[in-house]
């Protein structure tokens, strides 16, 4: 209990602007955004993360790099929220590994043991080597014991030519796995050995979110032999979805090119570059390896113009291209019996701080979410903020001016609140003393 003499007036005044302040940040001010749409959830969904796809005609109204999206639960506050499936898997994260015995017989092969430390799961090793200009078959084996051996794959193939496009692959993709040690075979075929300095290995692919196949017609693909190029304009047949990947189907073989890839809403264009890259082919006797595909951001579009061109060499024939479309999504928590809305074209938002993580298994939460529908797109209307409070209602200035120092007048309630505290203990502590002085005198 407070001290009478306590002023309680200005406590009761400390907490109010305590709990306006907490108010100003909570509440979700809405001006800036110029759509919103309404999120649908059955009601017998339970408790736990959802996933909202975001298809191309509300993507394109975004920023690029979807960091105007918001959630806003039926009491008007921003739900935490995290937007994922906008990059294309990436192959980081890198598992270093212990290169602790390499046997070479000269001309032959060069056999390089790794020690991963335990037994994790892995999907490639990457070779690090500061020799160039090479072709070389790659055995892989595995073991538990550092003993006996496994096969995971014969046909490795890594590559650093300079001429006539720089390339340089020295990933070998495998089978998953779980073994400790891992045996590579370089098959040097008369060369001299590579000069390796390191092994990693690959963990597991992420996923790449939610992907759907798209249908594509061509309606161009001709040849430029003067610059030994070929142009390829397609149409995608459902614009609805965004588009992620683009794969070739060709018979060339023994090629690099440079690829282009552009995307328009009109066959005539203005194109929009997203991709630069290289495609290519290469054989070592009975042994290949190819890179036919590019993935990058997705990209709402109408049409795309791959352009495959290289110094040397003559134009690939491309016999068909593959598309699909990584749809991008926003992921949240949901509590049975709320509503949500979805903002988003906000040119100057700012990026959400610390999203969370997102869910594990994205395209179990995806499917556990089919029943979730987005509403019409409706403009949005901010409300008028309410000024019913006595001290906001006074002035328009004095209201504005109240609302915009919410973080310094909660520093100054908590400032007067503990001097209180200071002050009424101070207090309590003297009339004790004099309570001991008087008993003395006696």
Known sequence: MLHPRVNTGAVVLGLIVLSLAAAAWAEFDSRGWRYVRQISIPGDLPDGPVVVPLMSHIIEKCRPDLGDLRVVSTEGIAVSAAVGGTDPPRKNNLLPAKIYRIAKRPGAWTDIWIDKGTKTLGSGVLIGTGSRDFVRKVEVRGSDNGKDLYVIRMDGLIIDRKEPIPLRSLDIEHPLNNFQYVVLRIHD??????????????????????????????????????????????????????LSDVAINTRTKDFVKNVVVHCSSSASGPWNRVFEGAFFRATSGDVGKENLK?????????????????????????????????????????????????????????????????????????????????????????????????????????????????????????????????????????????????????
């Open 189 to 242: 075929d008369g060369e001299p050995p590579l000069k390796i300095e390191s092994v990693s290995c690959y963990p597991p692919m992420p996923e790449h979110g939610l992907s759907h196949p798209l249908s594509v017609r061509m309606i161009e693909n001709r040849v430029d032999a003067h610059r030994s190029a070929t142009v390829i304009v397609a149409e995608l047949r459902n614009n609805d979805h965004p």
């Open 294 to 442: 590019v993935a990058f951001k997705p990209q709402a579009c109408r049409f795309l113009m791959l352009e495959l061109a290289g110094p040397s060499g003559p134009p690939v024939q491309v016999d068909g291209i593959e598309a699909t479309s990584t749809i991008p999504f926003i992921a949240f928590d949901h509590s049975r019996g709320r509503s949500y809305r979805l903002y988003y074209g906000n040119e100057s938002a700012a990026l959400l701080l610390s999203p969370p993580l997102l869910p594990s298994s994205i395209q179990a939460i995806a499917s556990a979410s089919s029943g979730i529908r987005l509403g019409q797109e409706e403009e949005n209307v901010p409300a008028p903020r309410e000024e019913s409070r006595t001290a906001m209602s006074e002035t328009k200035s004095v209201g504005l001016g109240w609302w915009a120092t919410g973080p310094a007048l909660l520093l100054l309630a908590l400032v007067i609140i503990v001097g209180i505290m200071v002050r009424s203990r101070r207090m309590r502590r003297n009339r004790r003393r004099g309570g001991r002085r008087l008993l003395d005198m006696s």
